[in-house]
């Protein structure tokens, strides 16, 4: 299974960027997909989940800012990142679950000037 992610880039405070991530290797749905982000000098975390049903879940700093959403092929996600902030600069990892293993993206570089 190989997760690529594509749609990083640099943009100014307030600006929209859409990050993609597709699995490949893969002929069926996953049970869960979503987005993570790792700043310099800190810890991976959850940016937002889409979970089996669709149901979706985000951190408290991203809610109202970004959405999370599947794709209309199997294992293609999508996460809208809107009113982006400084505080937003991390590299961004794609991760889809496919119990009991988590396969991860290389991640895309996503920067946030002010």
């Known amino acids: 299974v190989q997760l690529v992610e594509s749609g990083g880039g640099l943009v100014q405070s307030g600006g929209s960027l859409r990050l993609s991530c597709a699995a490949s290797?893969?002929?069926?749905?996953?049970?869960?997909m979503g987005w993570y982000r790792q700043a310099p000098g800190k810890q991976r975390e959850v940016v937002a989940l889409?979970?089996?049903?669709?149901?979706?879940v985000y951190a408290n700093a991203v809610k109202g800012r970004f959405t999370i959403s599947r794709g209309s092929a199997e294992n293609t996600v999508y996460l809208q990142m809107n009113s982006l902030k400084p505080e937003d600069t991390a590299v961004y990892y794609c991760?889809?679950?496919?119990?009991?293993?988590?396969?991860w993206g290389q991640g895309t570089q996503v920067t946030v000037s002010s």
């Open positions: 889409s979970q089996e049903g669709g149901a979706a």
């Open positions: 290797g893969i002929s069926f749905s996953g049970d869960v």
């Open positions: 991760k889809l679950r496919i119990r009991p293993t988590d396969y």
